[in-house]
């Protein structure tokens, strides 16, 4: 099924991350990346590999709203802010 898509923005991506799928996984284990990345290649009827990365993660049993970049340069400046906690995390 596919990965809701809450705000879409050029430089990053809020998904509606299911419990039970894993963030990132080794090669042939399904996960939210993976989805993600085939989603919106479709979606865009892109030609080469969309970027997808992560600058966190959530456990494989916990849902939640993941951040997700769309680019090198994204991931890296929203990693160093998850680094310095200028973006904070929440769980319920």
Request: charged share 20%; net charge positive.
């Amino acid at each position: 099924q596919p990965i809701r898509i809450l705000v879409d923005e050029p430089h990053f991506l809020l998904v509606d991350k299911p419990a039970g799928l894993l963030t990132q996984a080794i090669p042939g284990i399904p996960d939210l990346q993976k989805i993600l990345t085939v989603q919106i290649k479709q979606q865009l009827d892109h030609s080469g590999q969309p970027f997808i990365g992560l600058p966190h993660r959530l456990d494989r049993g916990t849902s939640g709203v993941l951040l997700v970049a769309r680019n090198a340069r994204s991931l890296t400046r929203l990693s160093e802010q998850f680094h310095s906690r200028k973006i904070e995390k929440f769980y319920l």
